[in-house]
């Protein structure tokens, strides 16, 4: 997320109420959002709540919502880069969820509170970034010869997955001083997408492979030794 997914609040009370309910998921955490300080800081009575969207519930997923599509359109502009230029878009798409993610964490951690906590992947984010990950993986694909459509998915899992965990649990690799600043956290997802698309490992050439053990001959099988005769009792 980037203040691009802040829809800009006009005149209308239900965008302010929209733009309110972002800023307090991000401010306090989706769990201590409330409708009367979201009403509060839209500057409307707790009423509106109710007469533009019903519920609180309902609300909060707009919030959510309207926010993830931002993040999905700058998002498209990256992923169009990617037949022209794999290695600058893909550093660049993965930069910019990994900064996104560590500027607003709590509203980071909203869009996959249902999932976390419920099991629930029903929600905004889980439905509307799934084809963005199956495009990515076709991209990536197609940016490296040879690579088949089960390798190039792996790739995918492995990069999100880099980003998202380290931005989720920051605090878990603070003793490293690996991502605490701008320069390195540029260099942390090059590498990422680096890894990304390089050439496939090649297989070894048959002259190369190991030869398999040859199995053991029926005629010079070992055969069990023979048992010692018993001593005879006087």
């Known amino acids: 997320m980037n203040d691009r997914d802040r829809p800009t609040a006009a005149d209308d009370p239900r965008q302010r ?28 009575n707790i009423a509106a709540v109710n007469y533009y969207f019903r519920s609180k519930e309902a609300l909060l997923a707009a919030a959510l919502e309207g926010s993830i599509r931002h993040m999905l359109e700058d998002g498209e502009e990256l992923l169009a880069r ?31 509170h249902d999932a976390y906590h419920a099991d629930d992947y029903s929600g905004p984010f889980p439905v509307l ?21 089960r390798a190039a998915a792996h790739r995918v899992v492995a990069a999100l997955s880099a980003v998202f965990f380290p931005a989720f649990f920051a605090g878990l690799y603070q003793g ?32 190369l492979a190991p030869s398999p053990a040859p199995a053991p001959s029926p005629d010079i099988t070992p055969s069990p030794a023979p048992r010692g005769r018993r001593p005879k009792r006087g």
Do not use: W
């Not at 309910?21 to 201590?32: D, K």
């Not at 409330?34 to 009403?39: L, N």
């Not at 910019?96 to 509203?107: A, D, H, I, T, V």
């Not at 991502?179 to 048959?206: H, K």
């Open 82 to 112: 990617m037949p022209g230029d794999p290695m600058d878009a893909l550093s660049g798409l993965l930069g910019y969820y990994l900064e996104g993610c560590l500027r607003f964490p709590n509203l980071s951690r909203a869009h996959l």
């Open 17 to 44: 109420l929209v733009v309110a309910a972002i800023e307090q998921i991000e401010q306090h955490g989706i769990g201590q959002a409330t409708v009367r300080k979201i009403a509060a800081a839209a500057g409307v």
């Open 129 to 149: 970034f799934a084809p963005v990950i199956g495009r990515l993986r076709d991209l990536v694909q197609a940016a490296v010869p040879g690579l088949d459509q």
């Open 176 to 207: 490293l001083g690996a991502l605490g600043s701008p320069a390195d956290r540029l260099a942390y997802v090059r590498e990422l997408a680096r890894q990304t698309l390089a050439p496939p490992a090649l297989a070894p050439s048959p002259a």
